[in-house]
């Protein structure tokens, strides 16, 4: 079922050409991520919060919108550029000699890729609209799956712990993705 949802998607996309694959993950954590190449796993905990397709099939849009737009070989490159940078000032000027300071160095460094990566999921965001509705599923299930994903944050916060870690979601992404859905013809 993931593969024939899933293929249908990523068909309609400018990626079409790619390989994709599909895999469900034996894992009651709330989670699904990419993997650049058109691999797209989803666990097993995340498929059983779904209670309709365009729930599915928005969750499987999104991480296809991520490997249409290259978000994972962006960070790839987005971080070997940084370390880079760090390793050259650190020989340059000492400055990396003491451990407070490499602590910094890290809390800074997640902060700068947090901020891409929160800029990546709108982006995804948008790609499963267009993806769900190319492929002539109702993108609505985007918005439903978003707001289960946050009221079970609210009443059970360890059981989307993985989910909110790697995909963080606030409820202007839910408010964003409803004004777009919103713009399309019926």
Known sequence: YINLLGDQIARTTSRADLDWRFYVVDS???????????FIYVNRGLIERTTRMDELG?????EIGH????HSIEQMEKAQGANIGVTLACVLTGVCGSQAAQIGINI???AVFAR??????????????TNTVRARIS?????TMFQKLIAERRSRPSSVAGWFATHPLEEDRIQAAQATINQLPA
């Not at 009651?28 to 058109?38: D, I, L």
């Not at 928005?58 to 999104?62: D, E, I, K, S, W």
């Not at 490997?67 to 290259?70: A, C, D, N, P």
């Open 116 to 129: 891409f990566s929160r800029q990546d999921e709108l982006e995804a965001d948008q790609e499963a609209i």
């Open 58 to 62: 928005g969750v499987l849009g999104h």
């Open 28 to 38: 009651r954590e709330v989670n699904a991520f990419a993997v650049p190449g058109g």
């Open 139 to 143: 993108p609505q299930g985007i918005v």
């Open 67 to 70: 490997v249409v737009r290259r």
């Open 108 to 110: 800074a460094g997640g």
